[in-house]
């Protein structure tokens, strides 16, 4: 397979010539030579993807070649941008890749089959759980822009949610593959439905209480949607019965309505994704601020550098794709929607590639993060639905949110290498002479 890690390096070297290129014309507006510290950055960019190549080629040498580039690609957009409004959380951003990578090269060293992840499900469900529900604990959860997301643990702050999404993936996949034909038959009728029985519908019910909780007491609508929208997916994967879907539906619309009756912070959020105009200097000045920034933009962008992306609040974070949309207009947009989209369409092909039941799941979950998480960001800012809180993935700056993106992709690049070793030693177990054994 030496011929789809040469596609994989060409393709990511081309990924950091683009990141440089930009971050050339982010400052010649501000200064009218070269940046100083170019080469730096250049530097580290090819250092950190000429090792993550490597990585792959060492101990994932059959996986797709197309998610680290692609990966490579959208981080490198979203340093870009970054530098563009903070230089400082710029540099810090570069730390936060590094660590990234690390855990992407950790993935691949410790997860050498991905089958003995479905050995310890229930220990993943509980590291989940707790991790999940960490900033809600006394002295160390921290409330910062309304949500309680954070931990602080001396100069340190972390979103654990991110690592829960991995984890209790890792569950749910593990938990469908062993419940999916009872899930699928059935064994109560309701009309013309025909249900499974209560205590197997506990991970469902177990999803919507703990997306309900989140939403309720962590203030996040965002994380709260993208919990169970992936774990609706998941179980019509596993089921391919749409009564699930629609009873994830009306469970979590439920929750919702409940919620945004009796909680003020939720009622806010709704009345200013319905209209923000009358709020616009208060609550719904993010989103007003975005719609001037795309609407600025146009069909071409007003050029790296040369736009106003930072009256924005929290754009390197909430609001990334604002800026990306003014700076690049409807074109840039538009490609990093579809480099997105690559992405996941990648990831599902890997899911349907898989043999095995739980790679296949454990794939698609994985997938269907990163596609939800994206749909929940970019309809945010376009005021498709309400405003949350999550991230832009590998765009957007934050750490936690970065780490665990890279941790998806070496999941994601594992499951295609065990997909390939498969599918290469069934050939050479059909193509054997009869008698002979296999080398």
């Known amino acids: 397979m030496k011929s789809r890690r040469n596609v994989e390096l060409r393709l990511g070297l081309l990924a950091v010539g683009i990141t440089g290129l930009g971050y050339v014309l982010v400052q010649l507006p501000e200064k009218s030579d070269i940046p100083a510290d170019l080469w730096f950055f250049v530097t580290i960019f090819v250092g950190l993807y000429v090792l993550a190549h490597m990585a792959v080629l060492q101990f994932a040498p059959n996986a797709d070649p197309s998610l680290l580039p692609l990966a490579a690609m959208l981080n490198g957009i979203g340093f870009v941008t970054i530098s563009r409004l903070d230089p400082d959380l710029a540099r810090t951003q570069v730390g936060w890749m590094a660590a990234g990578m690390a855990a992407f090269f950790g993935t691949l060293v410790v997860v050498r089959r991905i089958r003995t992840l479905e050995r310890y499900r229930y220990t993943f469900l509980l590291l989940g759980l707790l991790a999940l ?11 910062i822009n309304g949500a309680r997301l954070w931990v602080g643990i001396g100069p340190i702050n972390f979103q654990p949610g991110e690592a829960a999404k991995v984890l209790l993936v890792i569950f749910f996949a593990a938990y469908l ?64 019965r749409a009564a699930y879907l629609i009873t ?8 919702a309505t409940i919620a945004h009756r009796l909680f003020d912070h939720v009622q806010d959020r709704v009345t200013t994704w319905l209209d923000p105009w009358p709020v616009a200097a208060d609550e719904g000045f993010q989103v007003v601020q975005s719609w001037f920034a795309f609407g600025t933009g146009g069909f071409s962008g007003t050029g790296l550098g040369r736009g106003n992306p930072q009256l924005i609040p929290n754009a390197p974070t909430d609001f990334v794709f604002s ?91 594992r499951i295609s290498d065990d997909n390939a070793r498969a599918r290469g030693l069934v050939r050479r177990r059909t193509s054997a002479p009869t008698g002979a054994t296999p080398s």
């Open 177 to 240: 593959v062993d419940k999916r034909e009872l899930l699928s038959s059935g064994s109560r009728r309701l009309g013309r439905l025909v249900l499974p029985s209560v205590k197997h519908l506990g991970p469902l019910l177990l999803a919507w209480a703990v997306s309900i909780l989140v939403m309720v007491m962590q203030k996040d609508l965002g994380s709260s949607l993208l919990f169970f929208a992936v774990f609706g997916a998941m179980l019509y994967a596993a089921t391919e």
């Open 323 to 413: 800026a990306i949309g003014e700076e690049l207009g409807l074109i840039g947009a538009v490609a990093v929607i579809a480099a997105i989209l690559m992405f996941v369409g990648s990831g599902f092909r890997i899911a349907l590639e898989a043999e095995r039941p739980f790679p296949k799941l454990f794939a698609a979950g994985l997938t269907v993060i990163m596609g939800v998480q994206t749909f929940v960001i970019i309809g945010g800012v376009t005021r498709v639905i309400p405003l949350t809180g999550v991230t832009l993935p590998f765009i957007s700056y934050g750490g936690s949110s970065l780490v665990a993106n890279f941790v998806v992709l070496g999941l994601l690049l």
């Open 133 to 143: 529900l960490l900033p809600l604990a006394p002295g160390i959860g921290k409330t």
């Open 248 to 255: 994830a539906l009306v469970l979590f619309v439920g929750g």
